[in-house]
Structure formats: C-alpha cells, structure tokens
C-alpha cells in the first residue's frame, strides 16, 4: 500500500512537471512519513548550546566587510501567503508603514547596503506557485535592483498534499491548485540547485548566502558574518537570539550527544512530556531566529555527496485540504525546515545577534509594535527602534486578527506605545487619533471606541 501511495504521488508530480531532483526528495520524506518517523529530540540525547560568540564581539575592518559582501547573495524565502492574516496574495505584499509594503522595504535595504559599501549584492527571492506574479510586481517599481545575469527570483518546488488516511495524493476537483502545497523552507537547498541559481552564483564567484524570511525586516545583510566565515572557513551559521518569555515557543539549537554535532529542534521536534526542558530559558538560553549564513561551495560539496538529497529532519503538517473549510478532506503536507541543515555541514556555527535582527510579523501583534512610533522606518528600508526600552506585550483579540479588521479599528494611526508595557485587548474596540498607552493597559470586551487624544492607563 504504502510503495502504491508513494508511486501515486511521484507519478502526479512527474506529470505536473517537476524535477526529479525534488521527487527524490519528496519520495525520501515519504518513505520516512510511512514509516512513522516523528523527528523528534529526546531531551536525553543533547546537550544545552551555552557558549556562543557574539555578533557584537566581531570586529572585520571595512575592507574585510566589503570584499565578503562583494560574493555575498541575499535570498528571502517569500513563498508564504497571508491568509492567516486576512491578506490576499503574498504575505509580504502587506503594507508595514507609510505606504510601504515588505518587498519594498527589503529593496530599499538592499540598495542602501550597494550605494554603502560599493558592490552588487544581489536580492533573490525564493517565491511559490502563488507568490511570484505580485511579488516580482513590487520589486519592479525598485530601478536598478537586478543584477544583470541574474534574475529576482527563483520557484521553490510543489508537492501534492497527501490524503491523512492512505497517504496517497488528495484530488480536489472544486479548486485543483489546493491539492498541491510548497515544500517548506527547507526546500531552499533543492530549489537553488533544481533551477540552476546555485551553479550560475557560483560559477559567477559569490560564495555565500544569506537566507531569512520576508516578514522579518530586522534580518538585513550584514558583511561582519560573511567576514568572519571566510577568515575562519566556516561553511554555516545560524544567528540566535537570547530568549524571553515571550520565546518559548521558538526553535532552539543544542549539541547531540552522539557526534558533538548542532541540531535545530523546533517546537513540533519536542519528545512527548519534555515541553518544560523545552521552554526552560536558563536551561536553552537561546532561541533559532531562521537568520542563516551558507557557503555555496560547502552547500554544493554536500548536495554532491548526497545525490541531492540532504536528508533534513521531517516535519508532519496536518491539515485540510482546503484550509479554509475544516470539514474538508484532512491532508499532510510534508515540509522541512531550512535551520535543519545544521547538523549536514561539518563545522556549522551559531552566533549570538542583537534583538533588532529579529522583528517578524506573523500576526496583527507585531504589525501594531512596528507601525507605533516605538520604531522608524529610513529611507534605506532600516527598522531603528527610537527608544532603548523592552517591547511591550501587545495581545490583540480576535476581532484584530485579520489585517482588514485590523485597519478599520485603527483608521487614524496605532496608539501610542512608548510609555506602554503591555496593551491587552479583549474586545471590538474602535481607537481614535493621537491614543496614548501607559505602562499596563487592558480595554475591556465592553469598550466600543477611545476617543481621540486619550491617554490611556490602567483598565479601560
């Protein structure tokens, strides 16, 4: 049953085109989701990252800086759409400030970073099937960002998504295209080599790749990572974060046992009944920001060694097939995770980076914190926050969740929130202009608007 299941599905994607190298892949996850390997990390078989180097504490000359961003690409994994958040299309087509959307403000870095140091770093972003049509739309009205010989853009691989209970391809007649899924970001290392992006790079003499997602603007280019690989010949690094507790849900990188080798375990990675090792801060101190450094050279060598298949750690996504109807067919889309590939290279890294590096936006939360005048946007696309103080805790209810909601409780600008420490809200609240947040703030379910220019302290 299970050879007929895996058959059904490399038949559908040979069919649809896609690349034997990816089927490969696939067809490695498949064997591993039929044979019930979770992927999990025992508490018992690692060891706490503690000792890490600190960003800070690197100090290349500019000289040193320049020539490594010189063969440095920038790649952005921009496949996600916002559905979560109510936006159609690409995620990262979501206006964050002023009339600027992700992409625009990522052009904006880049560029910035060229005219600052004097050299070519190229942008990529590893779209979907869905992402690509509107993204490369927003990168257009950015003169001067391609790089000649190089596109802006490659296509991450699709797979179908496989029915939960014979893991065979799930059909969808009403919408065939909510049959297939994107891979996971781990699908980067396949993707640059499928269409031919790692072997063009190469052959061009960039050497290292920075990889981060698109909703996270704190994530820029900076030289003093690809400086420090090259002067050590280092072939990977992972940025970390130190933990809060507002970060114990986050990945976290650790030492196994067995061979003294960094491995990324996520949250869904955790062993049944270890949660709390998993969010001890003082026991795993830091937290895995999916900022990532990758030499393409190291990167080739192994996808050589390995016939392409990297054999990342499988992550089991169920789900519908139509995610938008729960009594849809349930499906698994097989996925992997880019910050998995740690353990593949052979004297990977972890360095330990500023807050500022991380500021993701997967929810109407974080979109409030970087519109408030907690932080500015420059013209060259840098989030600088104006105040050297914590963020506070923004927990929004349900009726902020999707952006468009979101906009219409908000119409004249978000409150506010330098004097803040936290803002809770529970119910339909419509915030007037010029609101002010102090210290700890909760608005009540019975609350249906603030006034403009109040300013708000204590429960409301």
């Not at 590893?126 to 010989?149: C, D, K, Q, W, Y």
């Not at 072939?235 to 970390?240: D, I, K, T």
Request: glycine share 10%; charged share 25%.
């Amino acid at each position: 049953m299970t050879s007929d299941a895996l058959h059904a599905a490399t038949d559908t994607m040979r069919e649809a085109g896609v690349d034997e190298l990816a089927i490969r892949v696939f067809a490695d996850f498949h064997r591993q989701l039929s044979e019930h390997v979770t992927g999990t990390i025992p508490e018992d078989t690692i060891n706490p990252l503690t000792d890490v180097p600190a960003l800070a504490d690197a100090h290349p000359d500019d000289g040193a800086v320049a020539a490594a961003l010189a063969r440095t690409v920038v790649v952005k994994l921009n496949g996600g759409l916002g559905t979560g958040m109510g936006v159609q299309g690409p995620k990262s087509a979501l206006e964050v400030r002023d009339g600027r959307t992700f992409l625009d403000i990522i052009a904006a870095q880049v560029l910035g970073l060229r005219e600052r140091y004097g050299v070519d770093v190229p942008l990529l972003l590893m779209n979907s099937f869905r992402t690509r049509e509107a993204s490369l739309e927003i990168l257009g009205r950015h003169p001067g960002l391609a790089v000649e010989g190089l596109p802006l853009d490659f296509l991450q691989s699709k797979e179908p998504k496989l029915r939960a209970d014979d893991l065979t391809p799930v059909e969808w007649p009403d919408d065939p295209e909510l049959a297939w899924c994107p891979p996971g970001h781990g699908d980067v290392y396949v993707a640059l080599r499928t269409t031919g992006i790692l072997d063009t790079l190469r052959e061009r003499g960039y050497r290292h790749v920075f990889l981060s997602n698109a909703d996270n603007l704190g994530a820029t280019c900076d030289g003093a990572i690809p400086a420090w690989m090259a002067a050590e010949g280092i072939p990977y690094v992972a940025e970390l974060c130190e933990r809060t507790v507002n970060d114990r849900k986050g990945g976290h990188l650790a030492v196994r046992r067995s061979d003294g080798r960094l491995v990324l375990r996520d949250s869904a990675m955790v062993a049944p009944g270890e949660d709390h090792y998993f969010q001890d801060n003082e026991r795993h101190p830091y937290f895995h920001t999916n900022n990532l450094w990758v030499d393409l050279e190291a990167l080739a060598a192994r996808l050589d060694e390995r016939d392409g298949v990297l054999g990342l750690p499988i992550i089991v996504n169920r789900k519908t097939v139509d995610p938008t109807r729960p009594d849809s067919t349930p499906v698994i889309q097989i996925e992997s995770a880019m910050g998995t590939a740690v353990e593949v290279f052979d004297g990977a890294r972890a360095i330990v980076v500023d807050r500022s590096r991380f500021r993701p936006v997967k929810t109407t939360n974080e979109l409030l914190l970087l519109r408030s005048d907690l932080y500015r946007v420059t013209d060259a696309g840098m989030v600088e926050a104006v105040a050297d103080r914590p963020e506070p805790l923004v927990d929004l209810g349900g009726a902020y969740k999707l952006v468009g909601d979101f906009d219409a409780r908000f119409p004249r600008g978000v409150p506010s929130l330098r004097e803040c420490t936290s803002l809770r809200v529970e119910g339909d609240t419509v915030f007037g202009a010029g609101v002010a947040c102090v210290g700890d703030v909760r608005v009540t379910e019975g609350t249906r608007a603030v006034p403009d220019g109040a300013r708000i302290e204590g429960t409301l």
